[in-house]
């Protein structure tokens, strides 16, 4: 028996086994009992074969069509599904450990790229990138047909207590708490922003705790008491039994069911909730969690893993017409192609993913450097509109110009339809610094602004999000960025443009009250965190909101945001009812 001690942020008490979140990875580690050890490897099995046949397709695709030499790419891909170093050793695990197969994967994987990473020989080191691909691409299909944690959790026997190095919204609202009992984080700063989260959720929580996802194996029975901030790992059977007298609690409300009818704050505010989609498979979470149309689809996932001009206008136009009918008479907001120049000739989504954070030919600037490719788009989009109401949303704007030359495209080709160019909203999306700080500028030429924090906060302050060495300085509370979102929110206004906001932010309730606050109502996030953000607007009263933005603005750096929205928290809690 061992104990850690953290800082409580929620009270109550939780027991049960620890599962293991490495935000970092994007990767869980739970542990699974002795009889299915053996199906853990079959998945295993089953995944490479999977992906042995999806990497054939596209070698065989690539190797069609222009630049077809990139199809022996793919083929050092499937080489790679043999190596013993990673199908064998993720085995091995499995077998030792006792761990779900997309963590040996992982682990298997690090041992690897490693390898790789060693190399003298910059065409063997320059591999790492496959074997981060061929990895990348088995966890996904493993997660085919459990797609996310709430799916992964619901296999694990009896309750839990999540540990994770760090605990973003957009994944806690995703999860069934209704089986994990509480969380605990080794991060410790983010006071605030874990304090409203967990409180929202109603479960006990505590941060602070350092390294305690990477001491703690998985599926180790833990306590955790978010009153005393203490956490303790392999009690024995007494001990147990005495925190599970002390944990019976009133019943949560599950973050699943959706509420009927439109969405206000206590004082009346009209707050709009919409999805971001990546895939039309994810259009059955609409209803699920009660979005109210898509704000933000992600058109580039379509062509993941596929040379962007092969991807022709009729696939286009009958995958936008899908997801049109499929939400009617909800609105859709389609963005065109967020991609990097990579795509164009024919490499992997997942690469260009990850250099995504590397500024250069991406968005509408790769748009308009290859115009054919965004006209394609832009007909198949148009001859889709006939089928329900659309707006269209350009990625990456970066200025004026940009928007005129995109519009006049997309009014030729609705010219040349025959159709009218107002049926079809034209929107920018505002998520570097330059298009925030030129908001007025662009607003004559568009109908409507979304603002993309995730992107917007990377290029204000110059961090890399998967640069681990900056990655902490990635703060959405630090004053710059709330004065842009400020800034556009104003702009808009005074052009009578609706603006949206579709970042990682929108899912945050700890957050989603400030943002109102700035006076944003129109919001689109990942479905799974529409109840739980629903659940926070509802009890929130926009005047006090607003109040609350007032004063943050006039801060100075994001630790004092954090604790002033700490201590404006406790109070308001202190008011109503007792903290926990
Ligand atoms: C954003 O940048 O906030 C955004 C929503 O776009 P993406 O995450 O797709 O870059
Ligand atoms: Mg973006």
Redesign the pocket.
């Known amino acids: 028996m061992e104990r850690l001690t953290g800082i409580g942020v929620s009270a109550g008490v939780a027991v049960g086994r620890a599962v293991i979140l490495t935000q970092r990875t994007e990767v869980m580690r739970f542990p699974i009992p002795p009889d299915r050890v053996e199906s853990e490897v079959l998945a295993l099995r089953a995944a490479r074969d999977q992906s042995r046949q999806q990497l054939r397709d596209i070698s065989a695709r690539v190797s069609q069509g222009p630049g077809g030499e990139l199809g022996a790419l793919f083929d050092a891909q499937i080489l790679m599904l043999d190596d013993p170093m990673l199908i064998g050793n993720a085995e091995e695990i499995i077998r030792k450990e006792r761990v779900n197969a997309a963590w040996a994967v992982h682990r298997a994987y690090e041992g690897l790229f490693e390898l790789f990473s060693s190399m003298e020989d910059p065409y063997l080191r320059e591999r790492e990138n496959d074997v981060a691909d061929v990895a990348g691409r088995l966890r996904m299909n493993l997660r085919h047909g459990a797609r996310g944690p709430r799916e992964l959790l619901s296999q694990i026997d009896g309750p839990s207590v999540l540990i994770a190095d760090e605990l973003t919204a957009s994944v806690a609202a995703q999860l069934d708490w209704s089986r994990v009992q509480g969380f605990a984080t080794d991060a410790g700063s983010r006071t605030y922003h874990t304090a409203i989260l967990a409180r929202s959720l109603k479960v006990p929580a505590v941060v602070g705790l350092h390294d305690a996802s990477l001491r703690i194996a998985a599926g180790t029975p833990v306590i955790l008491d978010g009153t005393t901030g203490e956490l303790v790992i392999a009690p024995t059977p007494d001990v147990i039994e005495e925190a599970q007298r002390r944990a019976a609690r009133p019943k949560r409300r599950g973050t699943g069911a959706p509420e009927a009818g439109p969405i206000t704050t206590r004082d009346g505010v009209r707050i709009s909730l919409e999805a971001n989609i990546e895939l039309l498979e994810d259009l059955e979470y609409l209803n699920e969690y009660g979005a109210e149309g898509v704000g933000?689809y992600?058109s580039e996932f379509m062509v993941s893993g596929r040379p962007l001009d092969t991807v022709t206008e009729d696939e286009q136009y009958s995958m936008y017409r899908n997801l049109i009918e499929q939400v009617a008479p909800r609105p859709v907001t389609i963005r065109t192609f967020?991609l990097d120049e990579r795509q164009v000739s024919g490499r992997d989504h997942q690469r260009a993913e990850r250099r995504r954070t590397r500024p250069g030919l991406r968005g509408l600037r790769l748009g308009l450097a290859n115009p054919e490719l965004l006209r394609t788009q832009l007909r198949a989009l148009v001859r889709a509109s006939a089928h329900g109401p659309i707006r269209v949303m350009f990625p990456f704007v970066t200025a004026v110009e940009e928007v005129r030359q995109a519009r006049a495209m997309l009014t030729e080709i609705i010219a040349a339809s025959g159709g009218r160019t107002s049926e079809i909203k034209v929107g920018a999306m505002i998520?570097v610094p330059s298009a925030a700080l030129a908001a007025d500028l662009l607003a004559p030429d568009v109908d409507f602004f979304t603002i993309?924090?995730?992107?917007?906060i990377q290029y204000t302050l110059a961090v890399d999000r998967t640069d681990d060495r900056v990655s902490d300085l990635y703060e959405p509370l630090h004053p710059a960025v709330l004065r842009l979102i400020r800034l556009v929110r104003r702009s808009g206004a005074r052009h009578r443009l609706p603006v949206s906001l579709?970042?990682e932010m929108a899912s945050d309730p700890a957050l989603v009250g400030l943002l109102v606050g700035l006076g944003l109502t129109e919001f689109s996030m990942t479905p799974g965190a529409i109840p739980i953000v629903r659940q926070v607007v509802e009890e929130l009263s926009a005047a006090e909101a607003r109040r609350l933005a007032g004063h943050v603005l006039r801060l100075a750096t994001a630790a004092e945001i954090e604790q002033y929205l700490f201590d404006a928290l406790a109070a308001s809690a202190i008011q109503r009812s007792p903290l926990s």
């Open positions: 933000l992600r967020d998520e993309g924090t995730n992107d917007l579709c970042g």
